[in-house]
């Protein structure tokens, strides 16, 4: 295959003059370039490699997207996946028509730190790591037919530092930011005339570019203003008058709206905004689910001639972000969703993956019925943001962290960077959040942050926050990473939550390998789907609708298995609700049933977890998850009863002999109605192997870059998957494809300890030295897990024939024929964009009219309050801040407080936030007007314990400590691995001391079909 590839370029070099000119027969006024064909890469640091006469001839060839590192993506730990410097050289050819053009470069991104060459000349550095970067390459670049040199020189090591300060980068971090090395993110190339919009390449070029805004929305008429703003440059020797306009172009291509501004006289040197609106009717708003987009297309015209257009992809939805709630498009939307990291990577192959992988990706978190997606640590790429959009996922868009605050120049980098991608992404609609911290960050630094936003992006509809910043009067939104927070103000939305582990591989107690589930992070898939329903009961509890404070929801961390911080027996964290190769999970099937609706639930469903395939004699326990009221089993048409019902979504079916045959949950409504059914049945002997293929629309591209997916599944006589299958296939590849593999459970075969010599420039030692399972990477035999796996193919620039077979002892195997289709090159340049066949999603429809929630509990006012002790900040426990609270004196009898309604009313719910909620149990006595409605024993929590109340008219209601505060260990689901105790609530609680302290207090009446 390289000898092919080598003789490809050979032929390259001899291009005459005139196929320049095949890329662009009619001169267009701008034209873009895929850069990404073409790319050699050396390991290691040579000298002269950036000079065009380096002798390249042995190097590998690889179209970018691609980490130099790709082979060790899960098969080492974070902190062992190879660093140091890589080069990355292309030879191209600039066409014809580029002559006395404009010409930039634009990378997507590096890790960590490049430096570039051109022709042997240095023609900038980029040392971030996250951010894309662009250079201006007119007076360096050699004109048709001369070749070109660009040369790249990237450093990926765990401690860069900043040339200019000697300063590393905060986020540059062995935890949370798996570092896949060099030119892990695409390349392009444009060329524009000397009258041009700029790009929006903030690094290196200085330039702003285009900016799309809406405004005026009438959302019932379908009515808004649409503002389109450009950065013009003249880098012209003469004076340029030009017309600005712009069009708004829908899907099915049709014109909807166009709008100019009046001529403008722009200087030689000069630099100007300009800026056209209008209002346009009849358009569709970009809402969950409903990635509906439109192209703005901005032009600038001189004496009557296009001389400049530019086509921005966007969409249109209003937002708002107060009363403690998030609406979209005027519906409120709580926030369900996943913390992903951002690499968002496979094995094998890292973040480098085709786009229409990365739609498959973003697109199941939406089919999850998730809304959000909480990408962690660092800026996400531009192809997952682009995905985000076409697929209908709220984005919550961090700029660089690992967690906690920063000073002096790291701090600065932050800055910067948060303005770098705010320039570069404010078109994208699905990002509604800017983070400006992974954890809290000081209040003056998020004076620094938000002037940010408003200055380069005051029209978006975004919020500005930090996880906690609970209290802050800058922040528009926050949270903690696990606890439940509320809010009558700002939006307020748990960070991080349900964070156990626990592989695809083992379903339960009760089938083989015999996982036994060991909370709290080596669960198997019943266990973890549990804890995914149990952990977002706690948030859905107290969702809008539910009084004046509410939560906003929640991101599950995370979304697929990561080769980042993990907590488990493996070496890459397996929290994910699908596996590395998105291969679903019980808790992916869990949540789409939990997560259908906008805030309540809107439409029915069920999932019984795991499978129906067990030996004879096995009785366990069956779990269904369900939005009815009341859940039915039957085996093979024979009721087994009604299931116990907990966190209002999980029904429980105890001590479950096992029959083969159709297992059936059946739900229904309040009214004993059917709304929603679910079954398992039992599948035959394993039999036969097949190979079912997954590949972008129009097919493999034969380009080096693009990927197959390929499901291999051990099925039944009848074509059924066989659940519980564990067989070693063995794979054979053959024509033009390169094998990437999959992923499983780790072999027997291990990773000698400190691959890679733990590197001894790494910042991050690994805590757990002995996980150097090679999970199978790149083995062309491994097992399947639950009867199925999935690996990858990646084509080569050559297009052809493909086959496929898979084989294992007992089973008949399977072959899989595909082909991969040509992709015009020409000197190193392509115009065909991978993305530009990916339609959007739009099965979820637009926003509902209809409201999102009904009211299912008021809020009752608190005039005042009054208490055995520290009266005089009583107010603390009712005053919609978290961060404060009431405290008795650690006497006893001193240890109680009264709240005085507005008004007198029937009570009959109490929701107290108590200080260490997590591990502390407070024994109460609460009465209202004197006469005792409830008397016990709190509950653990995460957050805030709802008392349920003898309903009773009054309004004083009083809350007694009858005892010192009780520690019962952690509450389910939040201890750290570390086995170290973070407080929960503002303070430690005194031990054995008899002191009352709450940090919330609210007092409700109930609706009469509170329906939790």
Not at 417 to 433: G, H, Q, T, V
């Amino acid at each position: 295959m390289r000898k092919f590839v080598v003789a490809r370029w050979a032929l390259f070099s001899l291009l005459p003059l005139f196929l320049g000119h095949a890329l662009n027969s009619q001169t267009p006024t701008r034209t873009k370039y895929n850069f990404n064909p073409g790319w050699l890469v050396l390991v290691g640091d040579p000298a002269g490699a950036e000079q065009p006469t380096f002798d390249d001839h042995t190097w590998k060839h690889v179209t970018t997207p691609y980490a130099w590192n790709e082979d060790s993506a899960f098969r080492v730990s974070i902190h062992d996946l190879p660093t140091g410097v890589a080069w990355y050289r292309k030879h191209f050819r600039l066409p014809a028509s580029a002559k006395d053009k404009k010409i930039f470069l634009e990378f997507e991104g590096i890790r960590q730190a490049g430096e570039v060459y051109l022709n042997g000349k240095l023609i900038g550095r980029h040392e971030d790591g996250v951010m894309a970067f662009g250079f201006d390459i007119s007076t360096g670049v050699l004109p048709a037919p001369q070749e070109n040199v660009l040369a790249v020189r990237t450093d990926n090591r765990w401690d860069y530092k900043e040339k200019v300060t000697n300063t590393p980068y905060h986020w540059n971090n062995g935890n949370f930011y798996a570092n896949y090395g060099g030119i892990s993110k695409s390349v392009w190339l444009h060329v524009t005339g000397k009258l041009y919009q700029t790009l929006p390449l903030y690094s290196n070029l200085g330039t702003t570019g285009t900016y799309i805004w809406a405004s005026d929305f009438n959302i019932p008429q379908h009515s808004v203003k649409i503002t389109a703003e450009s950065q013009i440059r003249n880098d012209d020797s003469t004076p340029k008058t030009i017309t600005y306009t712009a069009q708004v172009v829908d899907m099915d291509h049709k014109v909807i709206g166009h709008m100019s501004a009046d001529p403008q006289t722009i200087q030689p040197g000069e630099t100007q905004n300009l800026h056209a609106e209008a209002v346009l009717n009849n358009l569709q708003f970009w809402s969950w689910g409903y990635g509906y987009l439109y192209d703005v297309v901005t032009t600038l015209t001189v004496a009557g001639r296009p001389v400049d257009t530019v086509t921005t992809r966007t969409g249109f939805r209003k937002t708002s972000f107060a009363n403690g709630m998030v609406t979209l498009n005027d519906r409120v939307i709580q926030m369900h969703g996943y913390g992903q990291r951002t690499t968002n990577e496979w094995p094998a192959v890292g973040l480098s993956v085709p786009p229409w992988m990365s739609d498959l990706s973003n697109r199941m978190m939406v089919e999850s019925n998730g809304n959000l997606v909480r990408w962690m640590h660092v800026v996400p790429w531009k192809q997952d943001i682009e995905s985000s959009d076409r697929v209908g996922l709220i984005e919550s868009m961090p700029a660089g962290d690992a967690e906690g605050d920063s000073k002096g120049r790291q701090w600065e980098q932050r800055v910067e960077l948060m303005r770098d991608a705010i320039i570069y992404n404010r078109n994208n609609p699905s990002i509604l959040f800017y983070e400006s911290g992974n954890k809290a960050i000081s209040e003056d630094h998020m004076r620094d942050m938000k002037p940010v936003r408003d200055q380069y992006d005051p029209h978006g509809g975004r919020a500005i926050g930090a996880r906690e910043m609970l209290a802050s009067s800058v922040a528009e939104y926050g949270g903690e990473m696990l606890y439940i927070n509320k809010s009558a103000t700002k939006p307020l939305w748990a960070h991080e939550y349900s964070r156990d582990e626990g592989a695809r591989k083992f379903w339960d107690d009760n089938t083989a390998p015999f996982h036994k589930d060991s909370p709290l992070y080596n669960r198997n898939q019943d266990s973890h789907a549990i804890e995914d329903v149990e952990r977002w009961f706690d948030y859905w509890h107290e969702r809008p609708g539910t009084g004046t404070r509410v939560s906003s929801g929640g991101a599950n961390i995370i979304f697929s298995d990561s080769n980042t911080h993990y907590r488990g027996d493996n070496n890459y964290r397996r929290s994910g609700e699908v596996d590395a190769m998105r291969i679903p999970k019980d808790g992916y099937f869990a949540h789409q049933v939990i997560w259908n609706g906008w805030v309540d639930v809107e439409h029915p469903g069920t999932h019984i977890l795991g499978h129906w395939n067990y030996t004879a004699g096995t009785v366990k326990p069956i779990y269904v998850v369900s939005t009815a009221d009341k859940v039915e089993l039957k085996l093979n048409a024979r009721s087994l009863g009604f299931g116990s019902q907990s966190s209002r979504f999980l029904f429980t079916f105890e001590k479950i002999p096992f029959a083969p045959g159709k297992l059936e949950a059946i739900g229904y409504d309040a009214h004993n109605q059917v709304i929603t059914t679910a079954e398992l049945k039992t599948t035959g002997a394993p039999v036969g192997i097949r190979l079912t293929p997954h590949t972008g629309p129009g097919g493999l591209r034969a380009d080096g870059a693009d990927m197959a997916l390929v499901d291999v599944e051990v099925v039944d006589a009848n074509g059924n998957r066989c659940p519980t299958a564990l067989n070693k296939i063995n794979f054979n590849l053959t024509g033009t494809a390169e094998w990437r593999g999959g992923i499983a459970q780790g072999s027997a075969t291990p990773v000698p300890a400190n691959i890679a010599a733990s590197d001894a420039h790494s910042n991050a030692a690994n805590p757990t030295p002995l996980l150097h399972e090679d999970n199978y990477i790149l083995s062309k035999s491994l097992p399947v897990e639950g009867g199925i796996n999935r690996v990858i193919l990646r084509s080569t620039p050559t297009a052809g024939a493909i086959t496929l077979t898979a084989a294992a002892e007992g089973l008949k195997p399977a072959t899989l024929k595909l082909a991969s289709r040509a992709v015009p090159v020409i000197a190193g340049l392509s115009t065909e964009m991978p993305s530009a066949v990916l339609t959007s999603y739009l099965k979820r429809g637009p926003t509902p009219s209809t409201p999102s929630f009904k009211i299912t509990r008021t809020a009752l006012t608190i005039a005042s309050a009054t208490a055995g002790s520290n009266s005089a900040n009583t107010s603390a426990s009712y005053d919609d801040n978290e961060t404060t609270g009431w405290s008795s004196d650690g006497e006893l009898q001193n240890a109680w407080i009264e709240y005085t309604l507005a008004s007198p009313d029937t009570i009959d719910e109490l929701e107290l936030k108590l200080n260490g909620f997590r591990q502390h149990r407070y024994a109460l006595r609460i009465t209202v007007d004197g006469v005792t409605v409830w008397e016990g024993l709190t509950p653990t929590t995460l957050g805030y314990c709802t008392l349920p109340l003898k309903p009773t008219k009054g309004q004083h209601l009083r809350i007694t400590l009858t005892e010192p505060p009780q520690d019962e260990g952690l509450a389910a689901g939040s201890k750290e691995i570390t086995g170290k105790v973070e407080v929960s609530g503002i303070a430690p609680v005194a031990k054995n001391k008899p002191t009352l302290n709450i940090i919330e207090t609210e007092i409700y009446k109930t609706a009469s079909d509170p329906k939790y």
